[in-house]
């Protein structure tokens, strides 16, 4: 009798944590702080499992959105102005990962639109919209078979400013993701 416990619980082990296949649809939510204004902010995603005949490595497609809201001190032409900045990005990308035990690494690389919108205080304002393309990792842990907490890096490069002048846009995302 223990012997045929410990097989059934040893199946149903390995399927609730290596079976990723029955996983085709991921929606996340993060918190989100990066190194330019505004730093902190929140992000959502949705995932969707692509590639699945590929035997080791679980491929996803993702569409993500952030947005970021704080205030500033903006000094353009040595002149210094106060306000509210929001920015929001939106995306795709594309990520490729590896199960391994409750642990999913994972890379991706993405495209996506940023737009910067500030509100001075004595009627100075901009906004500007521009395309990124970014890169980043991660690690997702799976101690639920439905529910992922994780961690990410992203690193972006927006092309075309003409008002703002970021070299590398950096951010970290802490948050949780829920797998049907």
């Known amino acids: 009798m223990k012997k045929l416990l410990f097989a059934v619980l040893t199946v149903g082990f390995l399927f609730a944590f290596t079976n990723q296949a029955s996983a085709q649809w991921s929606l996340g939510a993060s918190y989100e702080t990066r190194n330019e204004d505004p730093t902190n902010g929140f992000g959502l995603r949705v995932e969707r499992s692509v590639l699945s005949?590929?035997?080791?490595?679980?491929?996803?497609?993702?569409?993500?959105?952030?947005?970021?809201?704080?205030?500033?001190?903006?000094?353009p032409d040595e002149q210094s102005y106060s306000g509210d900045i929001e920015a929001y990005d939106y995306g795709l990308a594309l990520t490729a990962g590896v199960g391994i035990a409750f642990v999913k690494p994972y890379v991706g690389l993405g495209i996506g639109a940023e737009n910067y919108n500030f509100q001075g205080d004595q009627g100075f304002s901009f906004d500007e919209s521009n395309l990124f393309w970014n890169g980043f990792g991660g690690l997702e842990?799976?101690?639920?078979?439905?529910i992922k907490p994780f961690v990410e890096y992203r690193i972006s490069q927006i092309s075309g400013s003409e008002q703002i002048n970021f070299d590398n846009v950096s951010r970290v995302a802490f948050g949780v993701s829920l797998r049907f």
């Open 53 to 75: 005949a590929v035997p080791v490595v679980d491929f996803n497609m993702r569409a993500h959105f952030s947005f970021f809201n704080d205030d500033a001190l903006i000094t």
């Open 141 to 146: 842990l799976s101690i639920l078979p439905m």
